[in-house]
């Protein structure tokens, strides 16, 4: 079945790093995405990864996966109270272009 | 600016009063959605449209309409609102081809009573 998990709450203190944990379920997906919700706001695509690649880098973010545990993760270092919002894991099955699925969304809160 | 437009971008209504929110993109995108999202359930797709004249059932569809009469609008219709139908509306477009990013609009925050 098509199932993308992750968990819902995440607090971290500022200045510390944040990791953001999601599982899913079709290994024929061929890229995986972050997106992010401000308050108040529509989602916005944060970054994504090609399925061949382990690892990808984008300034503060950093975004491992793992294929063979069908496991991504995204690590926000610094964490700042800008970053405060709610994060969505999401995979895109090849077979089904119509559709992609999205997680529950993890939000991230910033402690002081 | 390449952008998604939903209006309204808040309504309050009553049970069994029609109403449609409309959703606009300009990006010349082949798909559009529609999802409803709801605390601790995520995002859930109502409709979808691969393009013009096509349009297909998501997750939860019932009690919901839609039209893509033209490429860059795709109106969703409550014919008979509802009180579960109360919540916070998103529509989304993108282009076709494996990578596909998904922009969405501001939202749309439905209260029915």
């Known amino acids: 079945g098509e199932d993308v998990e992750q968990s819902l709450f995440l607090s971290v203190r500022e200045g510390d790093s944040s990791v953001i944990n999601c599982t899913y379920t079709?290994?024929?997906?061929?890229?995986l995405y972050w997106y992010k919700q401000e308050p108040g706001a529509g989602l916005q695509l944060l970054t994504y990864?090609?399925?061949?690649?382990d690892m990808k880098q984008d300034q503060r973010l950093t975004v491992l996966l793992n294929k063979k545990d069908k496991h991504l993760s995204l690590r926000i270092a610094d964490t700042q109270t800008g970053d405060s919002a709610i994060y969505f894991c999401?995979?895109?099955?090849?077979?089904?272009?119509?559709?992609?699925?999205f997680g529950k969304g993890t939000r991230l809160h910033i402690l002081p | 600016e390449a952008q998604v437009t939903q209006n309204p971008r808040y309504l309050i209504t009553v049970t069994g009063k029609k109403l449609t929110v409309t959703c606009s993109q300009n990006?010349?995108?082949?798909?559009m959605s529609w999802y409803r999202q709801d605390p601790g359930l995520g995002l859930r797709q109502i409709y979808y449209?691969?393009?013009?004249?096509?349009?297909d059932k998501g997750d939860v569809p019932e009690g919901y309409k839609v039209s893509r009469k033209e490429k860059r609008n795709f109106p969703l219709i409550l014919e008979s609102p509802s009180p579960n139908q109360t919540s916070l509306y998103f529509c989304?477009?993108?282009?076709?081809?494996?990578?596909?990013?998904?922009?969405f609009g501001p939202g749309t925050r439905l209260t029915v009573l």
């Open positions: 989304a477009s993108r282009d076709s081809g494996l990578y596909n990013e998904q922009f």
């Open positions: 079709d290994s024929s997906s061929t890229y």
């Open positions: 990864i090609f399925s061949n690649m």
């Open positions: 999401a995979e895109a099955p090849a077979n089904r272009d119509d559709k992609i699925i």
């Open positions: 990006m010349n995108h082949e798909y």
């Open positions: 449209s691969m393009n013009v004249e096509v349009t």
